[in-house]
């Protein structure tokens, strides 16, 4: 079962507890306006196999004390996110938290098929004419939804407002020298922080599912 990649990160901080290792899905139907992650709508170039991406993270997933799945839309290639939720469970212990632009209401015959293989997810279309005030999400629409045990350990308490102790963004270097960065930024830093990068002759690249033009 092959899927299509936007990238892979370990440690991500800032979107979920502990260190975690982060999974990009690369394509969006979605497409919600002011979406900065508009590098992840098209097709992209990098497809693998399920089983080629585990075999390739499970370094990574003996440390990870979580997983974050975002993208694009992972629920556009569900029957490849199910296939590597079902890996991902097979090798970790870790939790896994799922980031959808679709409404929960939507994903409910899907999430009957995945079962016990997400442990929370955070649903809803980002929404621009909406405040952010609640963590791990861009807009105040977009819900949490604790689906196991696990989840509800795990991350029963970010159902709250943002603290002004959460952290909003890893930033990194990819090996073009390019940056890009994981999390949810607030709105307005992001502009800031591109045009300084800009300024200096860096690249600025955003993949967070929930991150904003404005
Ligand atoms: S916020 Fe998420 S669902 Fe909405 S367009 Fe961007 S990647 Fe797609």
């Not at 497409?31 to 097709?43: E, F, L, M, Y």
């Not at 993208?71 to 896994?96: K, M, N, T, V, Y």
């Not at 955070?122 to 045990?149: C, H, K, V």
């Not at 999390?183 to 992001?190: S, T, V």
């Given at each position: 079962?092959e ?7 370990f440690?991500v901080?800032?979107?979920g ?20 992650s508009?590098?992840?709508w ?10 080629k ?14 997983i ?7 629920f556009?290639q569900?029957?490849a ?8 469970r097979?090798?970790?212990q ?21 079962n016990?293989?997400?442990d929370?997810?955070i649903?809803?279309?980002y929404d ?8 791990l ?7 949490l939804s ?19 102790a ?11 020298g390019s940056?890009?960065m994981a ?18 002759g860096h690249h ?5 599912h ?5």
């Amino acid at each position: 079962m092959e899927l299509s990649l936007s990238r892979v990160h370990f440690p991500v901080t800032t979107l979920g507890p502990g260190r975690r290792l982060g999974i990009w899905f690369q394509g969006c139907s979605i497409r919600c306006p002011g979406c900065i992650s508009a590098d992840t709508w098209g097709a992209g170039h990098l497809r693998l196999s399920t089983e080629k991406l585990l075999e390739q993270i499970t370094p990574w997933l003996r440390e990870a004390e979580g997983i974050t799945i975002s993208g694009g839309e992972p629920f556009d290639q569900f029957d490849a996110l199910l296939r590597l939720l079902q890996g991902l469970r097979r090798l970790s212990q870790a939790d896994i938290l799922v980031y959808s632009g679709y409404p929960l209401e939507k994903l409910d015959a899907k999430l009957r098929q995945a079962n016990g293989l997400i442990d929370a997810l955070i649903s809803d279309p980002y929404d621009e004419t909406l405040s952010q005030s609640m963590a791990l999400r861009g807009s105040d629409n977009q819900r949490l939804s604790l689906l196991t045990p696990i989840g509800r350990t795990r991350l029963g308490n970010y159902d709250r407002p943002l603290e002004p102790a959460d952290k909003a963004l890893d930033l990194m270097f990819d090996e073009t020298g390019s940056v890009w960065m994981a999390g949810i930024p607030r709105r307005g830093d992001l502009l800031r922080l591109r045009d300084l990068l800009q300024d200096q002759g860096h690249h600025l690249q955003i993949s967070a599912h929930a991150a904003r033009r404005r």
